[in-house]
């Protein structure tokens, strides 16, 4: 696999996929350019190396071996993930007490790990490449691996971060794809038209002009839902999201504590007050960096006091704990608490998929350098459920913050019978940069995946409400403290993704496995049955 057999075109053609598949995400999000993002890289996998004659126009590129596209496709990783992940740097730095070298590694290291997804895809690719330069197997077969690669990378890495199909989260009507057949549908209508867009450049030039209007007229077929606006999602409740803006970098001395827990506390009265001809229920705290532990005796009583005083639910996020006061040496969660409008404390969610260096340290004596921001948010145990909140009757589906980006996760609560999702986060670790409309996007896919409300509550993120079509509906300014009345229903029925989960991603992962054996296997026994 020498690399000086690499055309320069090639590399052109891969950095100009990774620019591409940067920019349909936020901030940047120019989800049109999705339809094109990923053609540059399946032309350059096609067209790597010297050597034929293409008709009368001079060398003929030949297409790369299974090592070059392994290469090709992980260097389109790397950069891919470098310009939509760059916030991983501040992060580590400015949480985790690392020095701005070291967090640049870790950035680095992350970026290498996870575009082996991307190189994957390349080699598997290569292989379906034909003799005689027959490029259809291969063409056909990319939105089954690209779908089937997705699948690995959040069932294995545990990282789904910023599937393709979430790049088309604003388009409502082709999106509803997703409630049959979850985000990874929308995926592959995306994969599907880029390669007829590829297809266009690797045909001869009189055929060129066909393919590339039939694949501009899919793209803008496909894009044309974005101008279809759907009906107002009807809503009959009203929930109160407290949005607490406190910094991630706080001081807990036990005079800010009490302040801060006395000003939650009015402002949460204050808003309930302010609406005297609505029923806020239930009224919901985020994840915070603040220490509130759910055995401490202040915050259960300000808590209790709150719910009694509102006749409301309160779902709270906290940090579960069963030792005294807060302190010992006993397990603790990331938790979101349900309090009863009496003041009782009913029953918590313990979060289940904790966040690899910022909620615990994976192989601690390996990355003992990275310990600095495990230690500001704590070592936490993973929960062992993921029951939905029964408040009074209406079950709340609550997950905290990064599960949410796990499609078939969140699913499962509304498989348990959740009517509303309520997602508690605290993006306040990501500063300004992208990963706070990142995270929203992928949350707001979860609502249209399974046809439900849901409520994002956050320190400081988008505070907002989503209906079962996507739409951010209502929500406030980032950085300030307040609170929002947040329309939503209840609902019922699931979709058949809700029932189903990941079936359409594993059907495509089967037909990629059978189409490899198929293309590896099939031609040998030929040739042994064939006679002489």
């Given at each position: 696999m020498p690399l000086r057999q690499i055309h320069p075109s090639a590399w052109l053609?891969?950095?100009?996929?990774?620019?591409?598949?940067?920019?349909?995400?936020?901030?940047?999000?120019?989800?049109?350019?999705s339809w094109l993002a990923l053609a540059p890289l399946i032309i350059a996998l096609l067209r790597t190396r010297a050597g034929?004659?293409?008709?009368?126009?001079?060398?003929?590129?030949?297409?790369?071996?299974?090592?070059?596209?392994?290469?090709?496709?992980?260097?389109?990783?790397?950069?891919?993930?470098?310009?939509?992940?760059?916030?991983i740097y501040d992060t580590m730095r400015q949480y985790g007490g690392l020095s701005g070298a070291m967090a640049l590694l870790v950035l680095f290291l992350f970026c290498c790990y996870l575009?082996?997804?991307h190189g994957v895809f390349?080699?598997?690719?290569?292989?379906f490449v034909g003799r005689d330069r027959d490029f259809r197997r291969a063409l056909v077969s990319a939105p089954f691996l690209w779908v089937a690669v997705e699948l690995a990378r959040t069932r294995i890495t545990g990282f789904p971060w910023d599937l393709?199909?979430?790049a088309?989260?604003?388009?409502?009507?082709?999106?509803?794809?997703?409630?049959?057949?979850?985000?990874?549908?929308?995926?592959?209508?995306i994969v599907l038209v880029n390669v007829a867009l590829a297809a266009a450049f690797l045909v001869p030039r009189e055929k060129r002009s066909a393919l590339m209007i039939a694949g501009l007229a899919a793209a803008a077929v496909l894009q044309a839902g974005r101008l279809i606006e759907p009906p107002p999602a009807p809503a009959d409740h009203v929930a109160l999201l407290v949005q607490q803006n406190i910094p991630v970098a706080a001081d807990w001395t036990p005079a800010y504590y009490a302040d801060t827990l006395r000003d939650l506390t009015q402002l949460s009265r204050q808003s309930v007050a302010a609406h005297p001809d609505m029923k806020l229920d239930p009224i919901v705290w985020p994840e915070s960096p603040a220490p509130f532990y759910t055995n401490d005796v202040q915050l259960r009583r300000d808590l209790s006091a709150l719910a009694k005083a509102t006749n409301a639910w309160v779902v709270a996020g906290s940090i579960g704990a069963s030792i005294p006061n807060g302190r010992g040496d006993g397990p603790i969660y990331n938790s979101a608490s349900l309090v009863s409008p009496s003041g009782e404390w009913r029953e918590r969610y313990d979060k289940v998929h904790l966040v690899p260096f910022g909620e615990y340290l994976p192989f601690p004596s390996l990355f003992s350098f990275a310990g600095g921001l495990t230690k500001e948010v704590g070592q936490f145990e993973r929960g062992a459920s993921r029951e939905p909140l029964n408040a009074g009757g209406t079950k709340l589906g609550t997950f905290i913050c990064y599960e949410s980006i796990f499609p078939d996760e969140v699913r499962r609560f509304a498989n348990d019978g959740a009517q509303v999702f309520v997602n508690i986060s605290n993006d306040g670790?990501?500063?300004?940069?992208?990963?706070?409309?990142?995270?929203?996007?992928?949350?707001?896919?979860?609502?249209?995946?399974?046809?439900r409300w849901l409520l994002s509550a956050t320190d400081t993120g988008v505070t907002g409400s989503i209906d079962p079509w996507g739409r951010v509906?209502?929500?406030?300014?980032?950085?300030?403290?307040i609170a929002l009345a947040a329309p939503y229903a209840a609902i019922a029925v699931p979709t058949f993704y809700t029932r189903h989960g990941d079936w359409f991603a594993f059907v495509c992962a089967i037909i990629s496995v059978g189409a490899l054996l198929a293309r590896f296997v099939t031609p040998k026994s030929k040739k042994v049955n064939a006679p002489s």
């Open positions: 053609l891969v950095a100009a996929s990774a620019a591409l598949q940067v920019l349909i995400f936020p901030l940047p999000g120019l989800y049109l350019l034929e004659l293409q008709f009368e126009s001079g060398a003929r590129l030949r297409p790369a071996s299974p090592g070059q596209a392994f290469l090709l496709s992980y260097v389109c990783g790397i950069v891919w993930y470098a310009g939509t992940c760059y916030w575009a082996l997804y390349g080699l598997l690719f290569s292989l393709l199909g979430t088309q989260v604003d388009n409502a009507a082709l999106c509803r794809i997703a409630a049959w057949t979850g985000v990874y549908g929308v995926s592959f209508e670790w990501y500063g300004d940069s992208g990963a706070y409309a990142q995270h929203l996007n992928q949350t707001r896919m979860r609502a249209i995946e399974n046809n509906v209502a929500r406030v300014p980032r950085k300030e403290r």
